[in-house]
């Protein structure tokens, strides 16, 4: 069973920047495709971005141009860099694992909350 453990969330401003991270237990982000997803109160967890094996990125429309997908080339690690937040991306957010061994994986999620 694979783990994520998210890191990175917190209080920013608006207008700043905050670089999450996810850690896997093992080297699964080369070999599936992965993204971030996130959840504000009252809301459905949205897609946010994701980046296939082959490298092929996708985001929400809403964070086109201001966050970027990442991972490095252990396979154990993906990053999401936001930039010029909003409040409206205030939320729990979640690093997943499409499906791995047949399932999808998710991790327990790191809060960012925008404010000033």
């Known amino acids: 069973q694979v783990q994520l453990v998210e890191s990175g969330g917190g209080l920013v401003q608006p207008g700043g920047s905050l670089r999450l991270s996810c850690a896997a237990s093992?080297?699964?982000?080369?070999?599936?495709?992965i993204a971030w997803y996130r959840q504000a109160p009252g809301k459905q967890r949205e897609l946010v971005a994701a980046?296939?094996?082959?490298?092929?990125?996708n985001y929400a429309d809403s964070v086109k141009g201001r966050f970027s997908i990442s991972r490095d080339r252990s396979g154990k690690s993906m990053y999401l860099q936001m930039n010029s937040l909003t409040p409206e991306d205030t939320a729990l957010y979640y690093c997943?694992?499409?499906?791995?061994?047949?399932?999808?994986?998710w991790g327990q999620g790191t809060q960012v909350t925008v404010s000033s």
């Open positions: 980046i296939t094996p082959g490298g092929s990125t």
């Open positions: 093992e080297s699964v982000f080369s070999i599936t495709t």
């Open positions: 997943n694992v499409a499906r791995h061994r047949g399932r999808p994986y």
